[in-house]
């Protein structure tokens, strides 16, 4: 350590002594008492804030040649994850979910929750390991084919691990002998693990065979309430979207195996996309290829736009279903005359993982993620310079900001990462900056160390670096949004 380096931790250690026997001050949320208070604490960032610390093992040079991956096919987000250390793969189609995704996952759960919560939905989490007799009395313990993962217990009873919960969820709202029309619409949903036997997983976490899903069921007392219900489900899926800035497309789909007669698709437009969307150039209407006969060019809905194809990537999926379920498991609630009457009922899914895997396929570049800024890991990379250059004392400045950030702006108290691999150069530290993708970097280098100490912002957004003052610097990221 240098000497002149060396001085200053000395002076600061004596503040953090003083500090901690005077009264801690109620944090008033101005900038200068902040900073005072903040850089007695220099010392003492937590090892999880440390990039030297973070456990984001990036070691996979070639994802094509790893073999646990061989005969996978890989695109973009796939490597562009794997090597900023946020998944890793373990057998085909399933992957280590590492700390920094986590988080990102953790925060997009959240602004999912509060989705679901604004239109009513409650929470719940049912049984990943799903009895095969609810799946034969749907009958789709067949029709499901070998998509589904089937095992036998020690007695050799059948058992899947559920892919989605229709069965489930409808037999535990049977069993609600006193449901009222009072109570309803319900609508109950889990965000849990499912598990699907792909053929060919594919593409990291767009196609695997175990993977994060939101489904929620509704149950309502007629089909004009179902409907109604059906509305404000997608009306909140194309919010969330907005919430995350990712252009979302609503598609009339195909209902498939899970049956009923009203069904749509919430695609992301993108070149990887494995859907063929086709979309009006006039007016709002778009469908999946599948639900459209193949010869069609011109829009049945405003009757003169064309149709145009591109791709897209499925990450929600909504159903009608109808009395399909509620019939079968006796779902029934009794109505205004205390009559015993079966729920209507749709469900709704949400890819978690794979709507994380589809934000970084669309909005990154080869070079780097770039994450909806709500769900990135962090919000705000502090660099300090190299170890032994001219400038290496504004090590303690950088350290200084940090705390100065979590002590002002309390939303950001775990937000801010310190790269503190020093003996890296500036310029390797960005590479690996950009390639994880924080809405901010600050470097903090020879402008620090200026009467009037600046900081180089760079916002990954615009693209833009500006040098900024300290005020200036908590002012622009007091208006980080965070969830
Ligand atoms: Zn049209």
Redesign the pocket.
Known sequence: MEPSVHHIWKRLSHRLHRTLILPKRSNSGHPEHAAVSASSHSRCIKPSLLVSRLYQPSHLRDVGQDSRLAGEMTCKSQMLMQQAGLIHPSNPGCYYYLPAMVRSMEKLVRVIDQEMHEIGGQKLDMPSLCSADLWKTSERWDLMGKELFRLKDRHGADYCLGPTHEEAVTTLVAHQANLSYKQLPLLLYQITRKFRDEPKPKFGLLRGREFYMKDMYSFDVSEEAAHHTYRSVCQAYMRLFARLGLRCVQVNADTGNIGGTLSHEFQLPADIGEDRLLV??????SANVETLSLDRTD???????K?IESKGIEVGHTFYLGKKYSHIFKASFSNQENKPTVAEMGCYGLGVTRILAAAIEVMSTEEGICWPGLIAPYQVCVLPPKKGSKVDNAVVLAEELVHTVGEAIPHLRNEVVLDDRTQMTIGKRLKDASRLGYPYVVVVGQAALEETPKFEVICQKTGETTFLSKEAVLDLLGGVETV
Do not use: E, I, V
């Open positions: 009006c150039g006039d007016c709002s209407f829009c049945p809905q405003c009757k003169n736009g149709l």
